[in-house]
């Protein structure tokens, strides 16, 4: 599912477009308590088919539920290894092992945040690794982060990420700087095949929004002005 940017780039459009993996279908108009209270974009299946739907957010669920397209069976979820590991902001190299059935991954992950953040001495560094079952390449997503006063409020703070070879390769920056269109790498998510990822791209106030469509482990890529999400199966169903 994909939610435009208008024109100006000042705020989201108030449709939606879907796609089958070959074209897109829409735009839908979305029903107008979700475009500010917010609304789940939803796969449900109706009349043997897999239908895309919006299923109101908490607090709306009085709304009736409307779908619109049928769209392909979803895949099956692949099985993930997740692992998250903490290190010094001022190692230039996090490790970081993941375990893999009955085996284990040592990832080296260079620090992305070695020599920008000064003064720090209470700062550190969270490394998420993450791996779908059948991939040649896990993904590394890291975020420097500190104790923070009672008085402080926390920046919005880059998600720095990697494409991390299991055969051992260098690892990849995923997204450099210079290619961002808002500065700040918000999140990531895989498609539930594991063959796609879309990070979020986000302004430094969170109101620009863009959203990269990965090929996964090959890092190619394209960019949406706006947001997207990968239909899942409805879980209240």
Do not use: H
């Not at 269109?181 to 095949?193: E, K, M, T, Y």
């Amino acid at each position: 599912m994909f939610r435009p940017m208008d024109e100006m780039e000042w705020a989201l459009e108030p449709w939606l477009w879907f796609t089958d993996g070959r074209q897109w279908i829409g735009p839908f108009e979305m029903p107008e308590p979700c475009r500010e209270r917010g609304c789940e974009a939803v796969l449900q299946p109706r009349d043997s088919e897999w239908y895309a739907c919006v299923r109101p957010s908490s607090g709306l669920d009085r709304l009736p539920i409307e779908c619109w397209i049928p769209l392909p069976p979803p895949p099956e979820d692949r099985r993930e290894y997740r692992q998250i590991c903490q290190g010094p902001i001022d190692a230039p190299v996090l490790r970081c092992p993941l375990s893999v059935g009955e085996s284990k991954v040592d990832f080296e992950v260079p620090n992305a945040f070695y020599g920008r953040v000064e003064d720090c001495a209470k700062c550190w560094v969270d490394v998420l690794v993450w791996l779908l079952e059948g991939n040649t390449a896990a993904l590394a997503a890291m975020k420097w982060d500190k104790e923070w006063g009672p008085e402080e409020v926390p920046p919005l703070i880059s998600v720095e990420m990697f494409i991390l070879d299991l055969q051992g390769g260098q690892p990849r920056v995923l997204i450099p700087q210079e290619e961002r269109v808002n500065a700040i790498l918000d999140r990531a998510d895989f498609s539930p095949d594991g063959r796609f990822l879309l990070v979020y791209d986000v302004s430094p106030m969170a109101d620009e929004y863009a959203t990269w469509v990965v090929s996964w482990p090959d890092g190619n890529r394209i960019v949406l002005p706006g947001l997207a999400y990968w239909l899942r199966p409805d879980s209240d169903r």
